[in-house]
């Protein structure tokens, strides 16, 4: 399993950035894809994710609104859309891949603990 991010970059508050995560050695079928995000000083945050099979989509609250998740499977790569970008959202982004388990009521995705395959990270920058 390798996971790739890239997109990365400094913009300005308000701004909007799109973020790729090149996936491969696995299928998305079975497996959930999330963002993590780590700012600086501070401890990993879940931010979005979407399941494989059925593509269901949750977000924290503090990207909830200006923040989508998306998945190509044909081109293996999931995508966060990133809108009115405040200072709070720099920070270094992840993308993270699991096993899903369809039976659970109320998965876990959001916590980064989940989680058993990285990426490297980029860096988004929100600064005036």
């Known amino acids: 399993v390798q996971l790739v991010e890239s997109g990365g970059a400094t913009v300005q508050p308000g701004g909007s950035l799109r973020l790729s995560c090149a996936a491969s050695g696995f299928t998305f079928d079975g497996w959930v894809l999330g963002w993590v995000r780590q700012a600086p000083g501070k401890e990993r945050e879940g931010i979005s994710y979407i399941t494989g099979r059925e593509g269901v989509v949750r977000y924290a609250d503090s990207v909830k609104g200006r923040f989508t998740v998306s998945a190509d499977k044909r081109k293996s790569t999931v995508y966060l859309e990133m809108n009115n970008l405040k200072f709070e959202d720099t920070a270094v982004y992840y993308c993270?891949?699991?096993?899903?388990?369809?039976?659970?009521?109320?998965?876990?995705?959001?916590?980064?603990?989940?989680?058993?395959?990285w990426g490297q990270g980029t860096l988004v920058t929100v600064s005036s």
């Open positions: 993270a891949a699991a096993g899903e388990v369809p039976e659970l009521v109320d998965p876990p995705y959001l916590d980064s603990a989940w989680y058993d395959y």
